[in-house]
């Protein structure tokens, strides 16, 4: 299968666990409002968050034409990360965001030049994969690739941060 036809692009549904929000809760600022800007019906992002004891707003809208909440907490699709960054440099809001490690390496990235942090987990994430009717789809292992908590503004005592 080739992973640019319409397929893969409309099946690009790859969610977070609860346990990833929990592995950098003492990192997100209690006192914000979070945005899980890139709604799904099928992501419990926004739900997980919120057991967690923040605010999160968290609606079926556009995110290039919207600017909610304080922070952007999010797992984006990977697909549209050079575009979703773009956006992100425009409004200049906090974020942290989970993406794949070899993405520091684009050259959209340089636009936050020195203004990056990292939290790195300590292994790999697995998402939890759908299919296109938001059924789980079983599988031990999601990701063959390193994913990063990205972090802009979000004053972490280091640039980098091992969990």
């Given amino acids: 299968m080739n992973f640019s036809n319409k397929y893969f692009k409309k099946n690009d549904e790859y969610y977070t666990s609860k346990n990833m929000w929990e592995m950098i809760v003492q990192f997100i600022p209690k006192d914000k409002i979070l945005w899980e800007c890139f709604y799904s019906p099928f992501s419990k992002s926004a739900e997980y968050l919120r057991e967690l004891e923040f605010e999160v707003v968290s609606e079926n809208i556009d995110f290039y034409n919207n600017n909610l909440g304080d922070i952007i907490i999010s797992n984006p ?10 956006r992100l440099y425009e409004i200049n809001k906090p974020f942290i965001l989970i993406v794949p490690i070899s993405k520091i390496c684009c050259k959209y990235m340089k636009i ?7 939290i790195i987990p300590p292994k ?4 939890i994969k759908c299919d296109l009717n938001g059924e789980i789809i079983k599988q ?3 990701s063959n690739f390193d994913s990063i908590y ?3 503004k979000i004053n972490l005592d280091s640039d980098i941060v091992f969990l």
């Fill in 150 to 152: 990205l972090c802009y």
């Fill in 140 to 142: 031990e292992n999601t």
């Fill in 112 to 118: 936050f030049k020195n203004k990056i942090q990292i």
């Fill in 124 to 127: 790999r994430i697995n998402f």
């Fill in 77 to 86: 699709p990977f697909s549209d990360l050079k575009k979703i960054m773009i």
